[in-house]
T-cell receptor, first 110, second 115 residues
Framework: QKEVEQDPGPLSVPEGAIVSLNCTYS??????FMWYRQYSRKGPELLMY????GNKEDGRFTAQVDKSSKYISLFIRDSQPSDSATYLC??????????FGQGTTLQVKP | DGGITQSPKYLFRKEGQNVTLSCEQN?????MYWYRQDPGQGLRLIYY???????QKGDIAEGYSVSREKKESFPLTVTSAQKNPTAFYLC??????????????FGEGSRLTVL
């Protein structure tokens, strides 16, 4: 079993839709949860960063962590064509080593 | 501007040849990393270095080698021993030591194709 599982998609939605991207993980030592966004042929960039359980909101993006079920979510409201990218979840423990999910490819159609 | 520069962006290699990918950062970060990205597999850690003149193997180090002679530079050599080297290679850095849980900063990647 992989430490982090993420549905690779692709996921295609119309502009303006609410998008839900999800990961599950198996290591209960994970305390830090990051979401990276990667545009085609580019390096990933940090989108959201949460610590432990709970929600964090940043503009149209909301990151949610449920440690009891080992479930990580990223919600995108009012999705835009510019949101089309691959989204990678990346939890880590106190060691600082990130474990990346496979990434979900999202396409937002105008 | 501060950042991470990877070169070359695209590289073609014949089987049996070694090739070195360059990674330079001017962010004054202590820790540097090399990842490999294949379709459907996410990012896998090849090597990392928390300080100059020291580095550790990651999860898939076989067939790769690195050096860390300067804080700014962390080149990766893909040797002929690497069985399936065609991939997208990403270099990253992080402030503080490797145990820091802060953000990883990535370069734009190098795409290696073995013919």
């Amino acid at each position: 079993q992989k430490e982090v599982e993420q549905d690779p998609g692709p996921l295609s939605v119309p502009e303006g839709a609410i998008v839900s991207l999800n990961c599950t993980y198996s290591n209960s030592a994970f305390q830090y949860f990051m979401w990276y966004r990667q545009y085609s042929r580019k390096g990933p960039e940090l989108l959201m960063y949460t610590y432990s359980s709970g929600n964090k909101e940043d503009g149209r993006f909301t990151a949610q962590v449920d440690k009891s079920s080992k479930y990580i979510s990223l919600f995108i409201r009012d999705s835009q064509p510019s949101d089309s990218a691959t989204y990678l979840c990346a939890p880590s423990s106190n060691t600082g080593k990130l474990i990346f999910g496979q990434g979900t490819t999202l396409q937002v159609k105008p | 501007d501060g950042g991470i520069t990877q070169s070359p962006k695209y590289l073609f290699r014949k089987e049996g040849q070694n090739v070195t990918l360059s990674c330079e950062q001017n962010l004054n970060h202590d820790a540097m990393y090399w990842y490999r990205q294949d379709p459907g597999q996410g990012l896998r850690l090849i090597y990392y270095s928390q300080i100059v003149n020291d580095f550790q193997k990651g999860d898939i180090a076989e067939g790769y080698s690195v050096s860390r002679e300067k804080k700014e530079s962390f080149p990766l050599t893909v040797t002929s021993a690497q069985k399936n080297p065609t991939a997208f290679y990403l270099c990253a850095s992080k402030p503080g030591g490797g145990g820091n849980t802060g953000e990883l900063f990535f370069g734009e990647g190098s795409r290696l194709t073995v013919l």
